[in-house]
């Protein structure tokens, strides 16, 4: 089968196109042909040697993806069903930039219907992580919720999980003009575009100078830094990813004074039942169209370097989608 695989971690050259054996059906795995793999900053990190953990190359990148079930699915996936999966895939074990992949049955879930496989493939990262990052923080219908970068995967998943799950205010933010006009044409009301204004000015603002109960920031730097700033009383900062910096200063009066919190989120360190729960909250918004996943554009496997760059570089609305 062909994978794209990181011979090093040394940047976009470390991409080559290789055939691998088919990967065999054992307990508790699913062959699963792959249709599309979802493309992510993740695989860009690990790509670039940043990742902070220690991994071994040669690797085949990818966590995400979606695929038609051919062996070992029992009753639940039957051969023929289509399914979508996050997991370890790409960073601990080989992943989803190939035509098969053997993936751990608990990781599967059913793709609705009216979901296609490219737009499947981008849900599971995106839409697993903002949903558990929800619960963690205590989202409940008629809280604030502030997820920056509406154009990135995770800044548009809160913002449409809390909008469709009944947040008073689903906000998020962009630095770009163009990408602001955008996100209103898509129906996004509530995005601060920060060419014109600062983040807390925006927040407060829109929300009448209450401020965010609850922040899912995946960018870092001086955004998590403002975003702080913007915290409602007794709010809290969720951090998940470090796009922009990983590192930045902040102001600990932003901490103190309306008494809020920042924590972290792991997605590889979260419990199965948690991500069970996020599923069974994720799959009825999408089949009743209440979340959409956008993608943004798809290239072909062998093109995966273009777009881990077109994804780094370009910074596109939605999901960047590879397919066999």
Request: proline content about 5%; glycine content about 8%; some cysteine.
């Given at each position: 089968m062909r994978a794209m695989r990181a011979e090093t971690f040394s940047?976009?050259?470390?991409?080559?196109?290789?055939?691998?054996?088919?990967p065999a059906v054992t307990d508790g795995k699913v062959l699963v042909r792959m249709t599309a793999a979802g493309v992510t900053p993740l695989d860009h990190t690990i790509l670039s040697g940043k990742f902070p953990h220690h991994l071994k190359a040669p690797l085949v990148l990818g966590n995400e993806g979606a695929g038609v079930v051919e062996e070992g699915g029992g009753t639940v996936f039957p051969a023929g069903s289509r399914v979508m999966f996050f997991g370890a895939y790409g960073a601990f074990e080989d992943g989803?930039?190939?035509?098969?992949?053997a993936v751990r049955k608990e990781d599967?879930?059913?793709?609705?219907?009216?979901?296609?496989?490219?737009s499947a493939a981008g849900i599971p990262v995106a839409y697993l992580t903002a949903q558990v990052a929800l619960a963690r923080a205590g989202f409940r219908a008629g809280k604030t919720v502030l997820a920056p970068a509406i154009g990135g995967s995770i800044g548009n998943a809160v913002t449409q999980l809390a909008r469709a799950l009944g947040a008073k205010h689903a906000l998020s933010s962009t630095t770009n003009h163009a990408k602001a006009e955008q996100a209103k044409a898509l129906g996004f009301n509530e995005v601060i575009d920060t060419s014109l204004e600062k983040l807390g000015d925006g927040v407060r603002r829109i929300t009448d100078g209450y401020g965010a109960d609850i922040v899912i920031d995946g960018i870092g730097g001086e955004v998590l830094c403002e975003a702080l700033g913007a915290l409602a009383l007794e709010g809290s900062l969720t951090?998940?990813?470090?796009?922009?910096?990983?590192t930045t200063t902040i102001d600990v009066t932003n901490l103190i004074v309306p008494q809020a919190s920042i924590r972290g989120l792991n997605m590889f360190a979260q419990p199965q039942a948690a991500?069970?729960?996020a599923w069974n909250?994720?799959?009825?918004?999408?089949?009743?169209?209440?979340v959409k996943p956008i993608v943004a554009k798809t290239f072909p496997l062998a093109?995966?370097?273009?777009?881990l760059r077109y994804l780094v570089e370009g910074r596109p609305f939605g999901r960047v989608v590879l397919v066999p």
């Open positions: 940047g976009y050259q470390g991409l080559k196109l290789i055939e691998l054996p088919k989803t930039y190939s035509e098969w992949l599967l879930c059913l793709i609705p219907d009216n979901i296609d496989d490219v951090t998940l990813g470090y796009s922009a910096s990983r991500k069970t729960e909250v994720i799959v009825p918004l999408l089949k009743s169209g209440a093109e995966a370097a273009d777009a």
